[in-house]
T-cell receptor, first 116, second 114 residues
Framework: AQTVTQSQPEMSVQEAETVTLSCTYD???????LFWYKQPPSRQMILVIR????KQQNATENRFSVNFQKAAKSFSLKISDSQLGDAAMYFC?????????????WGAGTKLIIKP | ETGVTQTPRHLVMGMTNKKSLKCEQH?????MYWYKQSAKKPLELMFV???????ENNSVPSRFSPECPNSSHLFLHLHTLQPEDSALYLC?????????????FGPGTRLTVT
């Protein structure tokens, strides 16, 4: 069975600085998708960025980028120029390309604190 | 806004009560999900409905009973709950087929069982 591990329960960063959140996963499959979701204190979970395993190029969305290391099964999220609005829980998730139910396997989350 | 709404946002119920959580999506999706979110734990998938058919039940106790009358609405009926069932219950939806695999979440219902 696949698992997702986020080893940092909490991270803090100074506003305008860069922070990297770690995520590792375990799978025997070669085709899958990886996601970072953000859950602000208001609790509505939103998708930040996604990566298809077959793509070698790291995904980027504005200030958010990933470092996808397929061989190492690592999928870290880098947030550049951190803003107060980035404070939230961040969840890493995995989905098998073979799963017709589109089920996500979730990490336990990392709480990101932004220091003004 | 993600187009997924949940009511109520907060619910306090006794162990002998019966209540229902409601989820509605306005995105034209065909798959809907119930998750349980407890502090410091990964989200736990409870139920999946795909085209109104329940396709997954992750060993959820029978005191939780889902209902999906159509592809836009999803209910979670609750009865004789336990204090350990207190959690945030999240509903999500996705298009359910093809390559669109993003799940869109509602704001959740904070449930407290006393």
């Amino acid at each position: 069975a696949q698992t997702v591990t986020q080893s940092q329960p909490e991270m803090s960063v100074q506003e305008a600085e860069t922070v990297t959140l770690s995520c590792t996963y375990d799978t025997s499959e070669s085709d899958y998708y990886l996601f970072w979701y953000k859950q602000p204190p208001s609790r509505q979970m939103i998708l930040v960025i996604r990566q298809e395993a077959y793509k070698q190029q790291n995904a980027t969305e504005n200030r958010f980028s990933v470092n996808f290391q397929k061989a190492a099964k690592s999928f870290s999220l880098k947030i550049s120029d951190s803003q107060l609005g980035d404070a939230a829980m961040y969840f890493c998730a995995y989905r098998s390309a073979l799963d017709s139910n589109y089920q996500l396997i979730w990490g336990a989350g990392t709480k990101l604190i932004i220091k003004p | 806004e993600t187009g997924v709404t949940q009511t109520p946002r907060h619910l306090v119920m006794g162990m002998t009560n019966k209540k229902s959580l409601k989820c509605e999506q306005h995105l034209g999706h065909n798959a809907m999900y119930w998750y349980k979110q407890s502090a410091k734990k990964p989200l736990e998938l409870m139920f999946v409905y795909n085209f109104k058919e329940q396709t997954e039940n992750n060993s959820v106790p029978s005191r939780f009973s889902p209902e999906c009358p159509n592809s836009s609405h999803l209910f979670l009926h609750l009865h004789t709950l336990q204090p350990e069932d207190s959690a945030l219950y999240l509903c999500a939806s996705s298009i359910g087929r093809g390559t669109d695999y993003e799940q869109y979440f509602g704001p959740g219902t904070r449930l407290t069982v006393t």
